[in-house]
Structure formats: structure tokens, C-alpha cells
């Protein structure tokens, strides 16, 4: 392409993005639509020929890209939504252009130390010892597979490896112990108490009845923000427990580790920085676009061993042989720069924009389990923890049966898909059908969740009394 072409296809680009940012509140959160519908519109022999790239990039904008969650939509409370600064979108559009591949010091050096920095401002946040260290991953379910590999490697590969996890753990999980080669008879699912944490006292039964009958524990998983409630594993205990039985101790704080670049967050956190391994996601409570999730572990040298390999395509890499190798931590060889979009936005916007637009997050929570808890027609169903807090319509005077309950919330839930700019998801701690509230945009203030639970109210009582 030439030159002035190429630029004004990188500026229509840009102002549909920003006039998109800029739009977004007006609109609703969410916009789907059925198989048929895309096959139809999509479905087509690839073109021998070109079209004009303008014709192309509005083509997508109109057919594409509106039937989706809008994540960044203020009223996007549903899963783990979370809105991209402009300069961590401008980030990944830089790294692209450039095409780099940060997979060892002799292809990417630059990228390669950025990361390296970027890693040590994490480890400093978690209060991660000297000398520990990580990389970038896809996401936390690509950095759960990593930790896996390198606790079975620690605990020397024995036979019948066992992990263990919460009943209010990611399934991410699971699947990374299968894919590392855990048997599926040796993945355990603990319980947990009444504030969905992990329960340290069947914890240690089912450990104990395992070394018993063979089983080899290797792994035990410490949610910090458990996806559907928000819940933090008693992690100083967790702590105590793995080290006294040499197992490995891996947290997952995918959503809610970065909580801890506040003081609200590190309070609840405590304990984090003595797990063996980290997954974080940067994508969620660090505002940055998909992908930028990351592993830190205590020894980076656990993940070498279980990952670095020679071949003769990449015997070149010697050049860099006293420098990181990043590609020898982790799964991917290919491995994009996902380091820079957090860098630039720290950069341009500093710490204290972040700090804040994390408590604020928090807050909020705490704000709407207090309306939660002050109307009428709603029911706390699991308190505020990080940005989660999940409740249900349930009148107090209704004198509903579960049955009813969970047809009127779901009810209730597909009202605020197709009826309210506001998109929730649902969870189901204790097996109650809850609606759940996830607050983590920088972009969302207070009434944008009361409005939302005024809805919630609103489509209740239509509900109750259809």
C-alpha cells in the first residue's frame, strides 16, 4: 500500500474507535444475534479480487463488530468486563505494526527487558521476594497450565499427581490440570464455608486420606476473587498449610490480584506473596485490551526447567544466552508484546489514576450491597468481595418456593438482555440462581449501577406479579 493510503485507512480506523468510545454510554451494553442471521450476512467464498480497504474496514463496523458484550460499557457488569485505556489500545496497534515476536533476546531484546520491567513493577505490587519473576501469557487459562507444569516438575513428575481446588474455582482450573496431565480421578474439588472460601479443614482430610492411599499432592489453588462471588481463600493459612506439607501453592488472581495496587486491596489480600505462583490478567482490573494475562512464580527457574528446550532452529539464541529467553517460561514460542500496552498506559497516566480507579471499583460494590440490602424486592445472596457483589429478587413477604424464585430471577435476567442498556450475568453460590454484579470499569460510576438494580427491581415486580 502507499504511504498516504495506509494512513488514511489507520485514521478512519481511529475515529471509528474514539467516536465508538465516545458514543458508548448512549448505547446498550450488549447486542447479539442468531447463527442464521451471521451465516447468512457472513458466509461467502473468499474474493479474488480486492475492495477498496475503507469499503472493508466499514463492512466489519456494520456487519461484525456490533454483535457483541461491549466490555467496556459502563453498564457492562456481566462475567468480568473491564474498559482498555486509549493508550493501551494504541499500544497493540504500535506492537502490530511493528510485528514483534518477544520470544527470546535475539529476535526481541527490547521488548524483551520492557517485559522483564514491567513483570518486576507486579512483583513489587504482590510483595513478591527478590528474585522472583514470570511472564506474559494469553490469560489466566493459559498461566493456570504453566503453574501446573512447573508445580508437577517441582514435586519431581511422580506417579498419580494430585491437585486440589475449590468448589468456587475457576474451571479453568480443571482444565489446565487435565492438559498438564493430571488424571481427572486426581483432581480434587474441596469444599467451601458459608463466605465461599475455601474450607481449610477439608482441605487437610482429603490430603491426608490421599497420602494415605498413594495419591501424590502436588498443587493446591487459592482463589483471590473467586469468579461468581468475588471471595478470597483464607491465603495466610493456605500459606502455612503448603509449606508444612511441601505442596505447591498457586493463586489465582486473574481478576482481583491487581487489587493490590490499592490499600484497600492489599489489606484483603494479604498472604498473596507467599504462594509458590501468580496468575494475574491485566485485561481485567488493570484496564488493558485482550490479551494480557501473566504468571509470576517465587523461582523463575522452576519455569525454565519445565519449559526450556533446545532445537536446532534457535541454536542462533546462544547470542542471548546469558539473557532471559522468555519463550523457555511458558508454552508459546510465537508470543506477542503484550508488556508494552501496560507500560505505555502506566506511563501516561501514573499509579495514582490506577490506585483509584481500583478502590472506586470496590466501593461501589459496597454501595450496592448496601442498596441490596435496603430494598424491598432484593436479597443479598453473597456480600460484596473485591468488585463482585450477587443478590436475587426475592420479596420478603413473597413466601416463594426455590423453584419460583430461580423462574423469576432468570426471568428477570433476560429482561436486562433485551430490555435495559445494562448487561448482568448470573452465578449460583450455595446452588441459589443470583444475579451478579461485577464493578470493575474505570468508567462507571454510581448511578450506573443504581440505575441498574432500580431495573432489576422493576422487571422483579413485573415478574412476581405475571
Known sequence: MAPDVMLDLARQAAELLVDRIHNLPGEGAWDGEFREGLLATLMEDPPEEGRPGNEVIERAVREILPYTLRLDHPRSFGFISSAPTWPGVLADFIAAGYNVNACSWL?????????????????????????????????????????FVAAREAAGHPERATVYMSNQSHTAFYRAAIIAGIRRECVRVVPSDDRFRLDMT???????????????????????????????????????????????????AAYGGFAVVCDEGKALLRGIER??????DAHKWLFQPYEAGCLLVKDPAMLEKAFGVRH???????????????????????????????????????????????????????????????????????????????????????????????????????????????????????????LRLCIINHNT??????????????????????
Open 312 to 434: 536446532d532452529v534457535l541454536q542462533d539464541t546462544v547470542w542471548g544466552a546469558n539473557h532471559p529467553n522468555l519463550a523457555d517460561r511458558g508454552l508459546q514460542l510465537s508470543r506477542s508484546f503484550r508488556a508494552l500496552k501496560v507500560w505505555m498506559s502506566i506511563q501516561t497516566f501514573g499509579m495514582a489514576a490506577f490506585r483509584n480507579a481500583v478502590a472506586n471499583g470496590m466501593r461501589l460494590a459496597l454501595k450496592a450491597q448496601d442498596y441490596v440490602e435496603a430494598s424491598s424486592i432484593l436479597e443479598l445472596v453473597s456480600p460484596a468481595s473485591l468488585g463482585v457483589v450477587c443478590f436475587r429478587v426475592n420479596p420478603k413477604d413473597a413466601g416463594m418456593n426455590e423453584e419460583t424464585r430461580d423462574k423469576i430471577n432468570a426471568k428477570v435476567l433476560a429482561r436486562m438482555f433485551w430490555d435495559d442498556r445494562a448487561f448482568l450475568s448470573s452465578a449460583s453460590p450455595s446452588g441459589k440462581f443470583a
Open 202 to 252: 477439608a482441605l487437610a482430610s482429603q490430603v491426608a486420606e490421599d497420602r494415605a492411599a498413594g495419591y501424590a499432592p502436588v498443587a493446591v489453588c487459592a482463589n483471590a476473587g473467586a469468579s461468581s462471588t468475588g471471595a478470597i481463600d483464607p491465603l495466610p493459612e493456605m500459606a502455612d498449610y503448603c509449606e508444612a506439607e511441601d505442596i505447591w501453592l498457586h493463586v489465582d
Open 107 to 147: 529476535v526481541a531484546s527490547g521488548p524483551s527487558q520492557l517485559e522483564l520491567v514491567v513483570i518486576e513493577w507486579f512483583r513489587r505490587w504482590l510483595g513478591y521476594p527478590e528474585g522472583a519473576g514470570g511472564l506474559f501469557t494469553s490469560g489466566g487459562s493459559a498461566a493456570s497450565l504453566d503453574a
Open 275 to 280: 504462594a509458590d505462583s501468580v496468575g494475574l
Open 445 to 466: 460510576g454510581w448511578d450506573d449501577v443504581a440505575e441498574t438494580l432500580k431495573a432489576v427491581e422493576r422487571f422483579g415486580a413485573d415478574a412476581i406479579e405475571s
